[in-house]
């Protein structure tokens, strides 16, 4: 039996012990006796609102609901102690049964309907698990390497697992009263959860003045369970919620919205358990000024966007723009004026496919550069008006006193036999300028007819 046991320390001191009272002994007591005897007189009494004017802590009926929240927490230790020792005498009949089911509640209800029998086709869990989980226990079960157990250790498990439900059953009966008493321990919260639910935050979290210490997030996953899906999806499951998802609001959220909604329930349930643990308000407005946000704000998240409305056209300029204009600006546009060679790139002859840099169409496309026929990229060179107008300004422009030669000529010529020689740049002038030169090349002369003599 060693063989099959976890790291668990708890399953480890639970074998130490073959006798259930040495491994569970709150219900013997005399506190849990005594904190028992009064929540059944306290029920059957009903409230008493004679002491609601002393302070809360000197009230003896709020002195019994913050024991009764300590003791629920230790009837909760209690039960997880006693589900390790059914877990561990059960284990050699089931052993698959604990991964399957995780709460101890439910794993006590099962292991007793069970018992000793094999055949789970002839054990009727119905109302005990989900269906889907009775079906997969069932499959398992067929197929389980478990023996039955002797006599004595099936007693055994049988006492544990009453044993178990007794203590749900009393910490039941503790929430009730709790939960009777909530309207005048924590009006606030009990406005916004309800009494049911803010009596089990209360009792998990030990009291008033701990859940007011817990943080919200804290406060979310309260009471949440072990879920076993069994293969299932996990789209419709609800996962890290945990008494929150009993409340009203909650259940009357959209599926879509119900993570938000729960992270604001907590958020302002934790608001509201400072405002009880302080009495800060014991009329409950303020719970209920904090459940009208909840509501509006549920609301707001249910609105449909608003419509895209359609945006206008700006309003024209009737006044003529100021754009400088003259020489200077002119020079500019022509400056950065797009050139012939980009003109002609940008355009496409119709039915004729353009030139690429890559081939093929892929790359840069040439447009209409070098569709003349020859199949090189030629465009023609035109002078700009600028460029023009520059150059026949420096053609204009005298250089020297005289006027006679310009300022960039030189009397300097390179010539192969000598090296540098000292020429008259204007011998060289006159001579192209007259004779037959000067009307052979010249732009207005003409052929002269010669006669003979």
Not at 15 to 24: A, I, R
Not at 257 to 283: E, H, N, V
Not at 384 to 404: D, I, Q
């Amino acid at each position: 039996m060693e063989d099959d046991i976890d790291g668990d320390p708890a399953d480890i001191e639970a074998l130490n012990y073959d006798d259930l009272d040495s491994v569970s002994k709150l219900q013997k007591t005399q506190r849990y006796i005594d904190i028992m005897q009064k929540v059944e007189d306290a029920l059957e009494k009903g409230s008493d609102i004679s002491n609601q004017g002393l302070v809360l802590e000197d009230d003896p009926e709020y002195q019994l609901i913050v024991d009764c929240n300590s003791l629920s927490v230790d009837i909760e230790n209690e039960i997880v102690i006693i589900h390790n020792f059914i877990r561990d005498k059960y284990r050699l009949k089931f052993p698959e049964l604990e991964s399957l089911v995780h709460h101890p509640i439910d794993y006590a209800r099962v292991v007793k309907k069970i018992g000793n029998e094999m055949d789970l086709t002839l054990v009727d869990l119905e109302g005990l698990l989900p269906s889907a989980i009775i079906m997969v226990v069932s499959v398992t079960a067929s197929t389980t390497s478990g023996k039955p157990l002797p006599e004595d250790v099936l007693q055994k498990t049988i006492d544990a697992c009453d044993r178990a439900l007794a203590l749900d059953t009393a910490k039941k009966k503790v929430l009730d009263f709790v939960e009777s008493r909530m309207g005048y321990i924590a009006p606030n919260l009990s406005t916004i959860l309800g009494s049911a639910v803010a009596a089990k935050l209360m009792g998990t979290a030990g009291g008033l003045s701990a859940l007011a210490k817990m943080p919200a997030c804290n406060v979310q996953l309260l009471g949440a369970k072990k879920k076993t899906l069994a293969g299932f999806s996990t789209a419709t499951s609800q996962f890290r919620v945990g008494y929150i998802e009993q409340t009203e609001i909650f259940q009357t959220t959209p599926p879509a919205l119900r993570s938000r909604a729960c992270r604001l329930l907590a958020s302002k349930a934790t608001l509201a358990a400072r405002i009880d643990s302080t009495r800060g308000d014991p009329s409950g407005n303020a719970g209920r000024t904090l459940k009208e946000e909840i509501h509006k704000k549920i609301e707001k998240w249910q609105e449909p966007p608003p419509a895209k409305q359609p945006k206008p056209l700006p309003v024209p300029d009737s006044e003529p723009k100021k754009k400088r204009g003259g020489r200077r600006l002119r020079k500019m546009k022509e400056r950065y004026a797009i050139t012939d060679m980009r003109k002609l790139a940008n355009r496409m002859q119709f039915g004729v496919p353009e030139e690429s840099s890559l081939g093929d169409g892929l790359g840069e496309g040439y447009g209409m550069l070098g569709q003349a026929g020859s199949g090189k990229l030629r465009v023609s060179i035109g002078q700009s008006k600028l460029a023009a107008k520059v150059a026949k300004k420096f053609k204009e422009k005298n250089y020297g006193s005289s006027g006679a030669t310009s300022g960039l000529t030189s009397s300097l010529a390179f010539t192969p036999v000598q090296g540098i020689e000292l020429t008259n740049p204007q011998a060289h002038a006159h001579q192209l300028g007259s004779g037959t030169q000067s009307t052979y090349f010249s732009e207005t002369g003409t052929f002269s007819k010669i006669k003979r003599t």
